[in-house]
DNA sequence: ATCATTCTTGACATCATTGTCAATATTGAC
DNA sequence: GTCAATATTGACAATGATGTCAAGAATGAT
């Protein structure tokens, strides 16, 4: 390697995932991203080629940093905790910054219309690591459900999660999704 | 009136909406409209302003549609039943077309970014209503809940229906959907 | 039949965005 | 210290979208 890149990748794509998170694939424009990172529009292309190839890195890190916070929030003997813990995380997750960042693979999931198969399919990894976590959890419990009900509720568990990013969208504060959450949970769990 | 409009608006409306319903708000272009209703872009301009004041009519006429649907669906005597066609016809009006549309209130919701505090209004305003049918059908059970539980509940129904959505555009077919759904139904109201 | 009014049409200006490129600067390897 | 390889930079072309406008066409009212 001879002439070297003059900024910090890891602190670049950080910086992406910040304004991607905020803007969406879609809005987030190549100078977006350089007035953010300081770095010039024509060094992103040279490093990495168009806006999807940044999109991917940024969201590989989004989805990595998701995962495991579930996967803490989900480490709970008893399933009602763990799924409360779980809720929790998620809204703050999708409320935090102001205004409210909302969640990325919801805003990407629905961004179909632009998005390449590639971006398709994170979006879907995700939600289908997700739904392993989950079922995991809900198998794990002592004299646990079945695995295939454990399996058909940890999808309707995230088909939930997806829905309280919807309505982040569409205006519902933190605490009216806590108390939305905790109905679910209730009803779902708790019987 | 002296120089007539050449155009049936209604029918221009509702071609619109079809192009918004398949494209959503943003993506859909003035071009678009043009082609698909056969008038020229600056009769658009003329006749109604902007794309957004096209969109309002269109999306007037898709919540007026659907909420008249979703009612119909709610109409049965017995919850279960009920929620069940109310779930059908959700699940039917999202995977409808090829490829499927998905939900138009949904994908609007998400669209935040460009949205008018206008266009919010309207999708906070179809969420609402159709938690207003989905309470009111709760409540009216015979020895039904009690009132605020059913208003949680309606909400948490509504947020579920939003999670279908985005799972539709994350690949679900109407078939898993469906599944999931009647988890959902079993788990929420069969106890 | 004429007129005033409205609609239609195509051209235009503007803007934002993407992606490319040649010139220049930088620097590790030898 | 020279060189080859890479990065940076600013300019450029191309595209696609929005919204405006002047000129022309059509027509109900008189």
Redesign the pocket.
């Known amino acids: 390697?001879?002439?070297?890149?003059?900024?910090d990748e890891d602190e670049v794509i950080a910086t992406a995932l910040d304004v991607f998170w905020r803007k969406g694939l879609h809005?987030?424009?190549?100078?977006?991203l350089a007035a953010a990172t300081g770095?010039?529009?024509?060094?992103l292309?040279?490093?990495y080629?168009?806006?999807?190839a940044i999109f991917l890195r940024a969201f590989d890190r989004y989805a990595a940093q998701f995962l495991e916070a579930a996967g803490n929030a989900l480490a709970h003997r008893d399933t009602t905790t763990a799924l409360q813990n779980f809720f929790d995380m998620i809204i703050v997750n999708m409320t935090d910054g102001s205004p409210a960042r909302g969640c990325l693979t919801t805003r990407t999931a629905l961004d179909a219309g632009i998005s390449s198969a590639a971006v398709r399919q994170r979006v879907q990894d995700v939600l289908g690591r997700l739904e392993q976590l989950i079922g995991k959890t809900l198998g794990a419990t002592p004299g646990g459900r079945r695995a295939a009900d454990a399996h058909r509720l940890a999808r309707v568990i995230v088909t939930f999660t997806r829905g309280l990013a919807v309505m982040e969208r569409a205006g519902d504060s933190r605490k009216q999704l806590k108390e939305s959450a905790a109905t679910f949970v209730d009803a779902v769990v708790g019987a």
């Open positions: 390697m001879v002439g070297v890149r003059q900024f809005d987030a424009t190549m100078q977006d770095v010039q529009r024509g060094s292309y040279n490093a080629g168009d806006k999807e």
